[in-house]
Each structure stands twice: as structure tokens, then as C-alpha cells.
């Protein structure tokens, strides 16, 4: 298995969706028009692949130049534990620059995941939730 890692692809909901569902990702990945909006909307996305299977994505919003939120870190649990997730985050980090930083909002059950990636935990956040 050779993965290969591309930034700014062009993937399809239907393709992030499946990725969605078989990463564990609580998405909305039953509404296929509001993921191509978030991947409308994202203007940096690493992608991995398997041959031609999406099996990972980081997801970000950024400046390139002070701050990059990672909406999306998912990869299908058939691939977890292989470092794809540790090298979409990098390859995150070589797209922005060492002058910016990343924030993203962990669920409950990765809190554990991300301090071994390089990511520190804060408290110092606050949080307006989505309604739907």
C-alpha cells in the first residue's frame, strides 16, 4: 500500500462522505449539498490516497500568515494508526508557514490523539455552537 498525499485536490462530497463515515467523524455526511459547501469553502485541503480511495483529509480555513483553523481531521479506521493523520497535519504546517498556528476543536474521544501529534491543549477558548 503506497499512500499518496495531495494538496488542493478536487474531491467530491459523495467521496468525503464515504471518507466521513468510515473515519468515525461525526459529519453530516447524509447531506451531500452541505459538504460541497465546506469543501467549496475550505481553501486548503490535504488529501491521502489509497490508488483512487480518499482515505484521509485535513480540512482548513487559514491566511496563510497568522492563524489556521483545521475544521477536519479524518481518516478511514481501516488506515488509523499509520501516520496519515500525523502527516496531513504536516503537510498542514509546511503549507502555512511558521508563522501561523493551528486550532482545532477536538471531540471528546481524540482529546488523547492530538497532544502526540504536536498539538497543546488550551483552555483559554470559547465556543458559539452551530444550531443544526
Request: proline fraction near 4%; include cysteine; glycine fraction near 6%.
Amino acid at each position: 500500500m503506497v499512500i499518496t498525499y495531495k494538496v488542493n485536490s478536487k474531491i467530491e462530497p459523495h467521496q468525503l462522505a464515504e471518507l466521513f463515515r468510515s473515519s468515525g467523524i461525526k459529519r453530516p455526511a447524509d447531506d451531500l449539498n452541505r459538504l460541497k459547501k465546506m469543501l467549496e469553502n475550505s481553501n486548503l485541503t490535504v488529501t491521502a490516497w489509497d490508488g483512487d480511495k480518499l482515505v484521509g483529509i485535513a480540512r482548513a480555513i487559514t491566511d496563510f500568515s497568522y492563524c489556521c483553523y483545521l475544521s477536519d481531521l479524518a481518516v478511514d479506521k481501516d488506515y488509523q494508526k499509520q501516520g496519515i493523520g500525523q502527516e496531513l497535519v504536516t503537510e498542514i504546517q509546511k503549507q502555512i508557514g511558521e508563522e501561523s498556528m493551528i486550532l482545532l476543536i477536538a471531540a471528546p474521544e481524540t482529546m488523547e490523539y492530538y497532544p502526540k501529534i504536536g498539538f497543546t491543549k488550551i483552555d483559554n477558548a470559547f465556543l458559539i455552537p452551530r444550531k443544526r
